[in-house]
């Protein structure tokens, strides 16, 4: 599995941006695709992540209510719309994905076996 990022890039707070991820290779009913984030001096952490059969998405907390993980099965394709930005959100946006991850190991990055390259989103005041 290979995966594309794009979007991201600079933006006020409070504004919006979208990312997304082309996947390339098999796909199947235990697939999962999400987006971690990385901020200079920080570890990655989660940020959310969609089941790919049935379409359940889990969220941190921090990005609750704000950001939306959506995807096209027919394009392998996962989007997120991160809405209400705030100067925190800034960080480098990272795409993975994984086979049969347990909800309980959603959140750990250590659970996805394949990862995209970074993309820079910056928000500024």
């Known amino acids: 599995v290979q995966l594309q990022a794009s979007g991201g890039g600079l933006v006020q707070a409070g504004g919006s941006l979208r990312l997304s991820c082309a996947a390339s290779?098999?796909?199947?009913?235990?697939?999962?695709m999400g987006w971690f984030r990385q901020a200079p001096g920080k570890e990655r952490e989660f940020v959310a992540t969609?089941?790919?059969?049935?379409?359940?998405?889990y969220y941190a907390d921090s990005v609750k209510g704000r950001f939306t993980i959506s995807k096209d099965n027919a394009k392998n394709t996962v989007t997120l719309q991160m809405n209400d930005l705030k100067l925190e959100d800034t960080a480098v946006y990272f795409c993975?994905?994984?086979?049969?991850?347990?909800?309980?190991?959603?959140?750990?990055?250590?659970?996805?076996?394949?990862w995209g390259q970074g993309t820079q989103v910056t928000v500024s005041s």
């Open positions: 993975a994905a994984g086979y049969g991850i347990i909800m309980t190991m959603m959140g750990q990055n250590r659970a996805y076996g394949y």
């Open positions: 290779g098999r796909t199947s009913s235990s697939y999962v």
């Open positions: 969609i089941k790919w059969s049935g379409g359940s998405t």
